[in-house]
C-alpha cells in the first residue's frame, strides 16, 4: 500500500494551493481517507477527512477554506485549500488506514507567506 502526495508550493496569504494523493495497493473506493498536516514545531493534526461514500468533515480552523474530494476512477484524493493563511503553513499528509494500521504519503510541503 502506497500513498504518493504531491502539489504543495509556496503561496501568498489569500491564495490558493491543490493537493493530491494517489493511492496504489488498496481498492481505493472502499477506504475512507483523510488530510493531516505538522506545523513547524508542532505536533500533527487531522485536517479533513473523506468517507467511501463521500461524506466529509473538517477541522474547525479549515471550515469554509479547504474541501476535500476523491476520485475513485483515478485513485486519488484531493484538498483543495482557499483563502490560505500563514498559519496554514505545514507539512501535509495523506492517510488511510489499511488491515488497522495508519498509512501514510510522504508529506508535501505548503508554505503561506503573509
Known amino acids: 500500500v502506497q500513498l504518493q502526495a504531491s502539489g504543495g508550493g509556496l503561496v501568498q496569504a489569500g491564495g490558493s494551493l491543490r493537493l493530491s494523493c494517489k493511492a496504489t495497493g488498496i481498492n481505493f473506493r472502499l477506504y475512507s481517507m483523510s488530510w493531516y498536516r505538522q506545523p513547524p514545531g508542532k505536533q500533527r493534526e487531522w485536517v479533513a477527512g473523506i468517507t467511501s461514500g463521500g461524506n466529509t468533515n473538517y477541522v474547525d480552523a479549515v471550515k469554509g477554506r479547504f474541501t476535500v474530494s476523491r476520485d475513485n476512477v483515478r485513485r486519488q484524493v484531493y484538498l483543495q485549500m482557499d483563502r490560505l493563511k500563514p498559519e496554514d503553513t505545514a507539512v501535509y499528509y495523506c492517510?488511510?488506514?489499511?488491515?488497522?494500521?495508519?498509512?501514510w504519503g510522504q508529506g508535501t510541503q505548503v508554505t503561506v507567506s503573509s
Open positions: 492517510n488511510t488506514q489499511h488491515s488497522g494500521a495508519d498509512v
